[in-house]
């Protein structure tokens, strides 16, 4: 993640009296979310403690809690005239539950696809094995909830729908792993479940949470989705013309996994060699090699770039219904970094 939204170093001084978020500086906001990521990890099990810690202690972008943290500070900013916002434990454990439930997937993610590389490293299914790896999920998909559980139904609810989304967007990517037949459209309604959707959810339970007005709250939802949904485009673009030095993870795992991603399925359907390499269960590092050329070379990735463009802008249009502050700007310029990651 670019500089100055993230953080790395946990504060560990508990969170005290009911401080409104904007008073305090985004970056120690996310350190009191990485804090309580590091509490909601220990277990009575030192091996659940160890997975766990080991998969979200190797950081990761924490765009999620980023892009929580900054609409709960501008919704509250702009909500002058409405009942105060939340105090500022309730927001820090939203977006630690929104990045647990995606490190719960990542684990889950890498049973299913075979992964032996996660953020520049072994992956936990590599390092620990199918059982541990596959419960280790399990239990932080829990911790994920113990942190839900002191929330009134609504916000409850809408953790839930973003995991079932999240599921269902796994399952409907595995139906089509391995099979050119896929669409742009099927492939829009996978990312939409699997990836935009917990973005979404977290957008619509900060503004909530910032007693924001519905009308807000749902505006905020769709600027969450629409980033969400330029996250992935990107980041598939980057697994065709990236490197393995700049994403800390070899380049075609796509192809590899089968992963219907969009410059392969903007590619299959005009170049069978593509197509026929998609289809193998089992690709050679050449037959990768060779396909990424040809999508590299087809011209598609200028479509990809496009369509992650209108997403993007998608996102900053929905920002128009916010006040102008710092955290409003700390939000456009979020969104224009995650389209210059592929520059």
Avoid: W
């Avoid at 008073?23 to 909601?40: G, K, T």
């Avoid at 647990?100 to 490293?121: K, Q």
């Avoid at 973005?199 to 769709?222: C, H, I, K, N, W």
């Avoid at 992935?232 to 980057?238: F, S, T, V």
């Amino acid at each position: 993640m670019t500089q100055g939204l993230c953080v790395s170093n946990a504060v560990k001084n508990p969170i005290r009296g009911r401080f409104q978020i904007p008073d305090v500086p985004l970056p120690e906001a996310l350190a009191l979310v990485e804090a309580r990521l590091a509490e909601r990890l220990q277990s009575r099990e030192p091996l659940l403690r160890e997975i766990a810690a080991y998969l979200i202690g190797s950081g990761g972008k924490r765009v999620r809690p980023t892009v929580t943290l900054l609409v709960y500070r501008a919704c509250a900013r702009s909500a002058q005239g409405h009942e105060p916002a939340r105090e500022l434990r309730d927001i820090i454990d939203v977006a630690a539950a929104l990045e647990l439930i995606h490190s719960a997937t990542l684990l889950h993610d890498d049973i299913i696809d075979g992964s032996g590389v996660r953020r520049g490293r072994d992956s936990a299914f590599r390092k620990y094995g199918l059982a541990s790896t596959l419960v280790t999920g399990d239990f932080v998909f829990s911790r994920a909830f113990q942190l839900c559980a002191r929330f009134e139904e609504k916000l409850i609810n809408a953790a839930a729908e973003a995991c079932i989304s999240l599921t269902e967007g796994e399952t409907m990517q595995s139906r089509f792993r391995h099979n050119p037949a896929v669409t742009l459209a099927d492939y829009l309604e996978i990312i939409s479940r699997k990836t935009a959707c917990i973005f979404q959810q977290g957008a619509r339970t900060a503004a909530y949470l910032a007693a924001a007005p519905d009308t807000v709250v749902e505006a905020m939802a769709s600027c969450g989705f629409n980033v969400g949904m330029t996250f992935q485009i990107i980041d598939d673009l980057l697994d065709v013309e990236g490197t393995e030095a700049r994403l800390g993870k070899p380049v075609g795992l796509d192809l590899r996994d089968g992963n219907p991603s969009l410059p392969i399925v903007l590619t299959i359907g005009q170049d069978p060699e593509v197509a026929r390499v998609f289809e193998k269960p089992e690709p050679t590092a050449a037959d990768i090699d060779s396909a990424l050329m040809r999508i590299r070379r087809s011209g598609v990735l200028s479509e990809v770039r496009a369509l992650a463009a209108q997403y993007g802008m998608r996102a900053r249009q929905s920002l128009d219904v916010l006040a102008a502050s710092p955290d409003k700007e700390h939000l456009e310029l979020l969104i224009d970094q995650l389209l210059d990651r592929a520059d």
